[in-house]
């Protein structure tokens, strides 16, 4: 089974930086990409940030110039550095790895895989 586990997430005063880390684990046999998605309360989830094999980024408006992606393929790792922090992004913040893997009847598909979230808290 592929496992996304987050961390990094927390409280900080608005303004301040946060670095997110999202490790994949599992029979993971070829990554296509890995990102960030956030969720607000009472809001739809909404893309972050994604990074792709060949290193191409994507943010949202919202995170350009504030937000970085990165990743440690030999790792499989995915990170998020948070900078000038707002309220507004004030939310969980999950992980997304699109991925061929194999399950555990050696069935080998590509499907996208979530992590199950970490909070972030920006305080004003």
């Known amino acids: 089974q592929v496992q996304l586990v987050e961390s990094g997430g927390g409280l900080v005063q608005a303004g301040g930086s946060l670095r997110l880390s999202c490790v994949a684990s599992?029979?993971?046999?070829?990554?296509?990409?890995m990102g960030w998605y956030r969720q607000a309360p009472g809001k739809q989830r909404e893309l972050v940030a994604t990074?792709?094999?060949?290193?191409?980024?994507n943010y949202s408006d919202s995170a350009k110039g504030r937000f970085t992606i990165s990743r440690d393929n030999a790792k499989k790792t995915v990170y998020l550095q948070m900078n000038s922090l707002k309220p507004e992004d004030t939310g969980v913040y999950y992980c997304n790895l699109d991925a061929v893997a194999a399950d555990e009847t050696n069935t080998i598909s590509r499907q996208l895989y979530w992590g199950q979230g970490t909070q972030v808290t920006v305080s004003s």
């Open positions: 990074i792709t094999t060949d290193d191409t980024t």
């Open positions: 599992g029979r993971i046999l070829t990554i296509n990409g």
